[in-house]
């Protein structure tokens, strides 16, 4: 994803501030935000709806499903998944804390982190 949000970055002179040691400020880093999710939907949307797969899901073969292993659901099952996910990391300066306590509960016996367990989810092999 990082390759893809780069040039978007280039262009709206975010290199250029780092080079010039300014410190981004939050309407900045809410308008990257902004930028690398919607780049994230439209790299993976088609798959998520279609298949309960990102791309690296697909390149790894597991996919989501609900705890019964059907279908994830968009609007029931990966809205409720994601929007945590992705939402925490902006809650000002705890939330990269709760993002990495939430990914380390994969260390758990059913390998669910945070938000598939809100989300009522599990990642399986295909």
């Not at 016996?109 to 599990?122: F, G, N, V, W």
């Amino acid at each position: 994803m990082g390759l893809l949000i780069a040039p978007a970055l280039f262009l709206l002179g975010f290199f250029d501030q780092l080079e010039a040691g300014a410190e981004p400020g939050l309407m900045w880093q809410l308008q990257v935000g902004l930028i690398g999710t919607l780049v994230w939907l439209a790299v993976n949307i088609k798959f998520l709806i279609a298949k309960g797969q990102t791309v690296g899901k697909k390149l790894l073969k597991i996919r989501i499903v609900t705890l019964s292993g059907e279908y994830a659901d968009p609007k029931s099952a990966l809205l409720p998944r994601y929007a945590f996910y992705i939402g925490i990391g902006y809650i000002p300066v705890i939330g990269s804390i709760l993002s990495l306590i939430n990914v380390l509960f994969v260390f758990r016996a059913d390998k669910r982190c945070i938000h598939d367990l809100l989300a009522k989810t599990k990642v399986v092999k295909c």
